[in-house]
């Protein structure tokens, strides 16, 4: 798929303030579908706030964001999958609780693909979710997110709180796992980890972008990896 | 979509009011047999010669009075559970999932607010099933059950609408739209407390809802006796000098409903316009102002 086709994720000459303090500034990309893209960048560039955009869990104070040519809404929310830096699922909830609920709400959840990741991953589906521990917590929370058949996922740091083995099954269930057209956007401090899964990524840095290319192209026309390559743009 | 969202905002109070309710019930169980057994003991004056019949009855006394102070704490434990919930789901780390649900804002909160009003709909009918239990079982000496206070109850009620009729339908449709904007309004009330709690302050939350509560009902207080000025006026010009002539129950009724139904209508009028601002305004700041930590 050319990088020309259909755009899933685009933000235009987008400004956010919290109060008199700028976030992003003058923010204009538009993300194409069907790639898997890093959104990548040091602590407090912006990178939580361009992905809380898009969910509609806030508004941009100018300029605008578009999920496939419209403004956060309900329509949107139904094809976003949005996995968030929290864990967000009632602690009263079992995990069966919690599929139950997104075949509710999400008509392209898939029951199926999630029950056999959570047994994969070993998560006992009577659990409380408030028994859990905070890395099987997340593991619930990404099983649910990538069982969807969404057409943009947005994961803010999904690999943080897990370890090294679940880390990679992890990556393996997102490549695996996500549609041929959706568009995946991965924020992370861990570039390295899951630098062979990008297709392209971002740059990020006080709330403006100062690289956006592909993988491929860096590797080839430079010569470095974008581990490297974050070393010295972003060199403190 | 609506329905959905109803559905597991009332499960998920359920979850905890239920047992709530249960144990309400159960605690007025006890009390209206320990005072059964306490006033058949002291009316068939078993107990005037007995030290440990004395001791026990001095117990269950005691027993009673706690489940009575009981009953009264579970219902602002009710109250507490409901705005809890909506506080957790909409304010904390749950509120990364009910804001990414693909429903709009406005069927998130239509949802808050119809689980919250069902549940205290809920909780005055198990509060009246407590005290007819209480009343049936609780309060005769002689009888198993005390029927005399709900003879009469309903002796007054079918004498009033003998001599009334028809002219209780008003009042009666009145008073029931009454409790319905009155429980929606005073629910809605602390829902934008809490909102704007959670807008204007990210560590002290819950003190800036507090804060903001005391703010809006002295501002609703201040509109309220405003507004109710140049009825009073009217009300005094009326109603200073009671009729001459003796009435009959008929006249009274009319006399004094006349007198009270103005204010009644005016309140319902402020509280429904004050319900449709509440909503609006935390639909307005949930959208817009919001920032989950």
Redesign the interface.
């Given at each position: 798929m050319s990088l020309m086709s259909e755009i899933t994720l685009e933000y235009k000459s987008l400004d956010k303030y919290?109060g008199n303090r700028p976030v992003l500034h003058n923010l204009s990309v538009a993300l194409p579908a069907g790639k898997i893209i890093g959104l990548l960048g040091p602590n407090g560039s912006g990178k939580t706030t361009m992905i809380?955009l898009a969910?509609?869990?806030?508004?941009p104070t100018h300029g605008e964001v578009l999920i496939c040519g419209k403004k956060p809404?309900?329509?949107t929310?139904?094809v976003?999958s949005?996995l968030?830096e929290?864990?967000?699922?009632?602690d009263?909830m079992t995990v069966q609780d919690a599929l139950n609920?997104f075949v509710?709400?999400?008509q392209d959840f898939d029951y199926a693909r999630a029950v056999k990741m959570l047994e994969s991953l070993q998560v006992p589906a009577k659990a409380r979710i408030k028994t859990l521990s905070k890395g099987t917590k997340e593991k619930v929370q990404l099983v649910l997110v990538m069982s969807r058949q969404a057409k943009l996922y947005l994961l803010d740091e999904p690999i943080g709180g897990v370890d090294p083995a679940a880390r990679d099954y992890i990556l393996n269930t997102i490549l695996t796992n996500y549609n041929e057209d959706a568009t995946v956007l991965i924020s992370t401090h861990l570039i390295a980890d899951i630098e062979r899964t990008l297709d392209e990524f971002i740059f990020l840095q006080n709330g403006q972008i100062v690289s956006y290319a592909s993988t491929d192209s860096l590797r080839e026309d430079m010569g470095k990896s974008i581990d490297t390559y974050f070393r010295e743009v972003f060199r403190c | 979509?609506l329905a959905?969202l109803i559905?597991?905002d009332f499960r998920?109070l359920s979850?905890v009011l239920v047992p709530t309710h249960l144990a309400i019930l159960a605690a007025t169980i006890i009390a209206t047999i320990g005072i059964a057994v306490n006033t058949r003991n002291s009316w068939s004056g078993v107990l005037e010669n007995s030290y440990t019949l004395h001791v026990l009855e001095t117990i269950m006394m005691f027993i009673c009075v706690l489940m009575l102070i009981a009953i009264f704490a579970s219902l602002i434990l009710v109250a507490f559970i409901i705005f809890q919930r909506f506080y957790?789901?909409f304010m904390c780390?749950?509120?990364?999932?009910s804001?990414?649900?693909?429903?709009?804002t406005s069927?998130l909160l239509w949802s808050k607010l119809i689980s919250a009003a069902a549940w205290i709909v809920i909780n005055m009918l198990v509060v009246a099933l407590c005290a007819v239990i209480f009343v049936l079982f609780g309060t005769s000496s002689t009888q198993f059950a005390n029927t005399e206070f709900f003879r009469d109850f309903f002796g007054f009620i079918s004498q009033a609408n003998a001599m009334l009729g028809s002219k209780l339908v008003l009042p009666t449709i009145e008073f029931i739209v009454m409790m319905i904007v009155s429980v929606a309004y005073n629910i809605l009330e602390v829902y934008l407390c809490l909102i704007i709690g959670g807008v204007l302050s990210q560590k002290h939350k819950i003190l800036a809802a507090i804060g903001t509560y005391f703010g809006i009902n002295m501002v609703v207080g201040i509109i309220c006796s405003l507004a109710q000025i140049p009825m009073v006026t009217r009300l005094t010009n009326n109603y200073t000098y009671a009729p001459e002539t003796p009435m009959d129950g008929v006249e009274a009724f009319d006399f004094v409903f006349g007198a009270i139904n103005p204010y009644f209508l005016l309140s319902i009028g402020i509280s429904i316009v004050l319900c449709i601002a509440f909503f609006w305004a935390s639909h307005y700041l949930l959208?817009?102002k919001?920032?989950?930590e």
């Open positions: 919290y809380k969910c509609g869990l806030l508004t809404g309900a329509e929310k139904s976003v949005y968030p929290r864990t967000y699922l009632p009263w609920y509710d709400f999400y | 979509m959905k559905k597991h998920a979850k957790k789901s780390d749950e509120g990364y999932l804001f990414t649900l693909p429903v709009t069927q959208k817009n919001l920032n989950l």
